[in-house]
T-cell receptor
């Protein structure tokens, strides 16, 4: 069955450093991969989408890579700030159906300390 | 601009009682609609999705049901709640007109505690 794995351990990082999160998947051939941010008690917020034919995508201090051979995506937060503290979820397109159905990873918590 | 509403924000219900959670979307038409559940410390579990009025697909067999009586209204129901139904329920929508990007926009969620 399809499986998505994100590091369940919280990532503690000092302000100004780069946080790197991993999303691994098996039994998938997704055309799209998304990253979301979720704050406690809130719904996830969309951050970035990367397509299978894109190796890298950037948005401000965020960078996402997508390696379909390794079946892995890396999510980087550069020059991290305490406000970046949150849980980050990856989501993969579950099927090739046209309407868009995604499966989410459990998320990795990031804690940025001053 | 588009807005998604969910209510109630929090709910405490006894085992065996019925449930009705409502989600409405403003500022768009013909969206795809989703219900997710998130247990504490866990990822999002897709419960139901809908591509149109009256069209509901269930992802996980359970005692929950969903209905879409109007284009921008999505309702999650149960006749008899179980303890295992406790969790954070999230409604989301996507704009199919955006092509294959399918960014999902989530509502604020409903925290359900079954006692």
């Amino acid at each position: 069955s399809q499986k998505i794995e994100q590091n369940s351990e919280a990532l503690n990082i000092q302000e100004g450093k780069t946080a790197t999160l991993t999303c691994n998947y098996t039994n998938y051939s997704p055309a799209y991969l998304q990253w979301y941010r979720q704050d406690p008690g809130r719904g996830p917020v969309f951050l970035l989408l990367i397509r299978e034919n894109e190796k890298e995508k950037r948005k401000e201090r965020l960078k996402v890579t997508f390696d379909t051979t390794l079946k892995q995506s890396l999510f980087h937060i550069t020059a991290s700030q305490p406000a970046d503290s949150a849980t980050y979820l990856c989501a993969l397109e579950a099927t090739t159906d046209s309407w868009g159905k995604f499966q989410f990873g459990a998320g990795t918590q990031v804690v940025v300390t001053p | 601009s588009q807005t998604i509403h969910q209510w109630p924000a929090t709910l405490v219900q006894p085992v065996g009682s019925p449930l009705s959670l409502e989600c409405t979307v403003e500022g768009t038409s013909n969206p795809n609609l989703y219900w997710y559940r998130q247990a504490a410390g866990r990822g999002l579990q897709l419960l139901f999705y809908s591509v149109g009025i009256g069209q509901i697909s269930s992802e996980v067999p359970q005692n929950l049901s969903a209905s879409r009586p109007q284009d921008r209204q999505f309702i999650l129901s149960s006749k008899k709640l179980l303890l295992s139904d406790s969790g954070f329920y999230l409604c989301a929508w996507t704009d199919r007109a955006s092509g294959r990007s399918y960014e999902q926009y989530f509502g604020p969620g409903t925290r359900l505690t079954v006692t």
